[in-house]
T-cell receptor, first 112, second 111 residues
Framework: DADVTQTPRNRITKTGKRIMLECSQTKGHDRMYWYRQDPGLGLRLIYYSFDVKDINKGEISDGYSVSRQAQAKFSLSLESAIPNQTALYFC???????????FGSGTRLTVV | QKEVEQDPGPLSVPEGAIVSLNCTYSNSAFQYFMWYRQYSRKGPELLMY????GNKEDGRFTAQVDKSSKYISLFIRDSQPSDSATYLC???????????FGKGTHLIIQP
């Protein structure tokens, strides 16, 4: 099994719909992150969590929310999806920032 | 000015060539420097990381950091078609929001 598992792998949804992306990890790390990747813009941090009771906004948190259900689970929600949220979304986990991140395989989200 | 600048490429070289990938950064507080490799439709994977200035070698890959110039490099020797991917540099300086990534350089190794 992969260290970081993201579901779904691909999703097409309509404008205005609520959608949840899920992430689970088996690394036993406390730190988890959600990024989006867009062509020409690179990876941008949406939210991060350093433990179950800790949630922090990243660079581009507007329009998104997260839930840290357990040490191993960190989900990202789009409350009312809009087309410019079409992107590749990655979840990651780390022991410390200085030790690098382990990324999932990503969720390709299309909002029509 | 962006904190980490990286030429997006594409960079196309023949198989067997030495590849040089580079990033510049603006914040002298950064202390950890990393390179990630990302294949198409996959997540980034950590390739190498270094602390402070100097070189680090791992097989065909060498990471180099020059803190005085705020310049980081990744060298790939004897490049292979399987090295074709996007390479992202990342830096970390102890701040609250983790790694800062470059936008990535798309590398193509021609057989």
């Amino acid at each position: 099994d992969a260290d970081v598992t993201q579901t779904p792998r691909n999703r097409i949804t309509k404008t205005g719909k609520r959608i949840m992306l899920e992430c689970s990890q088996t690394k036993g790390h406390d730190r988890m992150y959600w990024y989006r990747q867009d062509p020409g813009l690179g990876l941008r941090l949406i939210y991060y969590s350093f433990d179950v009771k800790d949630i922090n906004k990243g660079e581009i948190s507007d329009g998104y929310s997260v839930s840290r259900q357990a040490q191993a689970k960190f989900s990202l929600s789009l409350e009312s999806a809009i087309p410019n949220q079409t992107a590749l979304y990655f979840c990651a986990t780390s022991e410390l920032e200085s030790t690098g991140y382990t990324f999932g395989s990503g969720t390709r989200l299309t909002v029509v | 000015q962006k904190e980490v600048e990286q030429d997006p490429g594409p960079l196309s070289v023949p198989e067997g060539a030495i590849v040089s990938l580079n990033c510049t950064y603006s914040n002298s507080a950064f202390q950890y420097f990393m390179w990630y490799r990302q294949y198409s439709r996959k997540g980034p994977e950590l390739l190498m990381y270094t602390y402070s200035s100097g070189n680090k070698e791992d097989g065909r890959f060498t990471a180099q950091v020059d803190k005085s110039s705020k310049y980081i490099s990744l060298f790939i020797r004897d490049s292979q078609p399987s090295d074709s991917a996007t390479y992202l540099c990342a830096v970390e300086g102890g701040g609250a929001d983790g790694l800062t990534f470059g936008k990535g350089t798309h590398l193509i190794i021609q057989p």
